[in-house]
């Protein structure tokens, strides 16, 4: 193992031993080298004369760029877009988003977490955190409404064991008591990694405040009974609250509850700010002591230079501009009242009761989806029906589930959708 992960894991160890237990081996040997890029930020400080560590190519004392390239990016000084971006993303963007996020979760305001890391998006921070902590046969402890992609993430790179328990209770409220039981149930493994994602993909679900408030005591009390916990926040749809649901990130309230707990935010504005293409994510910590934090934004940095090295430079800057910009709020509120009378429209159809005899749905009050639970017809049969007779595709979950994207659909041509799918389950049902 090398001195400075054997440093960074000492520094772990001493201040806060369970969250060293949590790492995997993967995790224990990773550390951030004191190489090229170490050098290079030593010399853009101190190199006034000449700096000849980098490798990008200079001209005229400005990164050096194609005309043609330039004049579609006029607006952009060039060394906001061409050399590389530091390995944990621009610090201006960085600090901002720290901002955002206290602003946006007031229940962070007097809790110790990390500055956030730029990454690749969700699913790249989601993958640097499977590096992290997983071990084969790790329990990954998870409702049974997921995004597939999870799998391939946690089970199929990592050989993490998927401990899954019922989304939702009898009464269509979040199972917080199977949540617990599914965790308690491998305590005799030492520590155990919970996924939690709200609003929910596939399902459109988010806790209200006493939910909320279950939840963090649940994960008290398993930790209270000895075992070590990851607890990932996977907030790729946070902000799109509709109605009677928790308005902050779970991470807040979890952030700083127990020593065993490491609490871990993956969030970004792919989603939250209709920049999907961009790629731009972030992981956030949360942990009492700043050593801590330090040692695993250095081990997370080591993952970053040793797959993407650092993520786009462009995308960041255009993410920066965009949270600087007075007109930023208004127009993020202008687009989830969009979404919002989406979401409330599909509601207002379903509840008129004409679909009832093919389906009913599953509680949702957030984020892009909703889910249909069908009555005798399968989901996939549906599913190909819809696309072959009425051109209409939706997402088939399992056997009976159904998932419906919302956010992609206007909301003057929702009854007609629904109606279509209503009427392809007809088709079947003769």
């Excluded at 993020?332 to 429209?345: G, H, M, P, S, T």
């Amino acid at each position: 193992m090398h001195e400075i992960a054997q440093d960074l894991n000492r520094e772990i160890l001493q201040e806060n031993p369970h969250i060293h237990d949590l790492l995997s081996e993967l995790g224990k040997n990773l550390y951030f080298p004191k190489g090229i890029l170490t050098q290079s930020a030593e010399a853009k400080q101190k190199a006034h004369v000449y700096n000849a560590t980098i490798g990008i190519a200079t001209e005229q004392d400005q990164p050096m760029f194609l005309p043609l390239i330039q004049e579609t990016l006029s607006g952009y000084d060039p060394k906001d877009l061409y050399p590389y971006a530091p390995p944990a993303g621009k610090p201006e963007l960085r600090q901002l988003w720290r901002e955002k996020m206290i602003s946006d979760n007031p229940s962070l305001r007097d809790k110790s977490f990390s500055n956030p890391i730029v990454t690749n998006a969700l699913t790249h921070g989601l993958s640097i955190i499977a590096d992290l902590i997983i071990d084969e046969n790790d329990p990954l402890v998870l409702p049974d409404k997921i995004w597939g992609n999870y799998n391939l993430i946690f089970g199929v790179r990592r050989g993490a064991k998927n401990i899954t328990f019922p989304f939702y209770t009898k009464e269509g409220t979040f199972n917080t008591t199977g949540m617990k039981e599914a965790l308690l149930s491998k305590k005799d493994h030492g520590k155990a990694i919970l996924l939690l994602n709200f609003p929910n993909n596939p399902t459109g679900y988010s806790p209200n405040e006493q939910e909320a408030t279950e939840i963090v005591d649940a994960l008290k009390e398993v930790a209270q009974q000895g075992m070590n916990l990851a607890v990932v926040t996977d907030d790729a749809y946070f902000g799109l609250f509709y109605e009677n649901s928790i308005k902050e990130s779970l991470f807040a309230r979890i952030a700083n509850i127990h020593p065993r707990v490491l609490a871990i935010k993956i969030d970004g504005a792919t989603k939250e700010d209709y920049v999907w293409g961009f790629r731009v994510g972030f992981i956030t910590y949360a942990c009492e002591h700043p050593a801590v934090l330090n040692a695993l934004e250095k081990k997370t940095l080591g993952i970053m230079r040793g797959t993407i090295s650092s993520v786009s430079h462009p995308s960041q800057t255009f993410v920066l501009k965009a949270l600087q910009s007075p007109d930023f709020q208004t127009q993020k509120q202008e687009k989830f009242e969009v979404l919002r009378k989406r979401a409330c429209k599909v509601k207002q159809l379903l509840d008129q009761g004409k679909y009832r005899d093919a389906w009913d749905y599953y509680p949702f009050n957030s984020g892009y989806f909703m889910c249909l639970k069908l009555k005798g017809v399968q989901a996939e049969v549906l599913r190909n029906h819809l696309l072959e007779q009425y051109g209409v595709g939706v997402i088939s979950l399992g056997e009976r589930d159904v998932r419906i994207a919302f956010s992609s659909v206007e909301e003057q041509n929702l009854e007609q959708l629904f109606d279509l799918i209503y009427q392809g389950f007809k088709d079947l049902s003769v």
